[in-house]
């Protein structure tokens, strides 16, 4: 299981029922990806880690909606509601999460202009994290990711990772999706198209 990782995405209190952006069902992935750590040499978890003017919030553009799109700098944004932020309780990782198998902690979304969805890079496409040049470091070439939400930061890791030419492994029932707009089917078609494995 050397160069084997299981990458874990935004399992943070926000995101499970009652946080500010919950995913339905998103805290059932708890177990199942705490049983799965044990099968990895390297665990790695990804946190959102917005500040409170974070430019991805609706609250920051008059006369916007949660879950509409806008333009950005770097092309088309969904705008959320206010989560994820940077020191809050809603930010934390969900308290049954075993984070202590963690290797690594990859924050994310905390560049005030721009969003990330990915665990490689922001949204720009462009800006990276570290996490490829530090799973090559350590000669990771197969990953395994799962989290929240399926639609959005798992599927654009997943991608990323392919195109980063590692193997990519989703778990979709240790993954839960928003599914806004039908998000869900087209990003597992996305996913399916760039190579990752659904499981």
């Known amino acids: 299981m050397a160069g084997k990782a299981l ?53 920051q553009h008059k006369g916007k909606a949660a879950y509409e799109e806008i333009d950005m700098p770097y092309g088309p944004q969904r705008l959320w509601p206010d989560h994820c932020i940077q020191g ?12 202590s198998s963690a290797e690594l902690i990859i924050r ?15 949204n720009d496409h462009r800006t990276p994290t570290g996490l490829a040049g530090y799973l090559r470091e350590r000669g ?21 990772a392919r195109a980063q030419g590692f193997a990519a492994t989703v778990l979709l029932d240790a993954s839960r999706g928003i599914d806004v707009d039908g998000s869900l089917a087209a990003m597992i078609a996305r ?3 760039a190579g990752v494995d659904l499981r």
Request: hydrophobic share 50%; net charge negative.
């Open 191 to 193: 996913m399916r198209e």
């Open 88 to 99: 809050s309780a809603g930010a934390e990782f969900h308290p049954e999460l075993y984070v």
């Open 7 to 59: 990458i874990v995405i935004d399992v943070q209190n926000d995101f499970c029922p009652g946080g500010a952006l919950g995913v339905a069902d998103g805290d059932a992935v708890v177990p199942a990806i705490n049983a799965l750590m044990a099968d990895f040499d390297h665990v790695i978890l990804t946190q959102d880690w917005h500040p409170a003017d974070h430019a991805s919030f609706a609250s």
């Open 140 to 160: 990771i070439t197969d990953l395994t990711l799962a989290g929240l939400a399926t639609d959005f930061c798992v599927a654009f890791s997943a991608i990323d």
């Open 108 to 122: 994310k979304g905390f560049r005030r202009e721009i969003d990330s969805y990915s665990a490689f890079f922001e």
